[in-house]
């Protein structure tokens, strides 16, 4: 079964950046059966919400109005959000998901495989 892994969490100064990567673990991604891939997060005591979106045939970019100008999605073989200028109000589990084309790129249910999450933790 295709599992997908997120790395590049940790513990950043507010400003700072931070670089989270998602593929199969071992081997490269490849997105044959995918409409696009996204980025989610969730904040203690909150619900998981859209961060980013990229679709994987035009490389169409989607975001979350709280990370415009801010976050970057990109793939090649894998899966990238780069974070800058982050803010407390970033710290959250963040998590990778696949969506097979079957709904809105903004919208949870439309994804059906999930990473396990990575943690980013912005201090002020």
């Known amino acids: 079964q295709v599992q997908l892994v997120e790395s590049g969490g940790g513990l950043v100064q507010a400003g700072g950046s931070l670089r989270l990567s998602c593929a199969p673990p071992?081997?490269?991604?490849?997105?044959?059966?995918?409409?696009?891939m996204g980025w989610f997060r969730q904040a203690a005591g909150k619900e998981r919400e859209f961060v980013a979106s990229?679709?994987?045939?035009?490389g169409r970019p989607y975001y979350a109005d709280s990370v415009k100008g801010r976050f970057t999605i990109s793939r090649d073989n894998a899966v990238y959000l780069q974070m800058n200028s982050l803010k407390p109000e970033d710290t959250a589990v963040y998590y990778c998901a696949r969506n097979p084309g079957t709904g809105s790129v903004y919208r949870f249910s439309a994804y059906d495989l999930w990473g396990q999450g990575t943690q980013v933790t912005v201090s002020a």
């Open positions: 071992g081997r490269t991604l490849t997105f044959t059966s995918s409409a696009a």
């Open positions: 990229i679709t994987w045939s035009s």
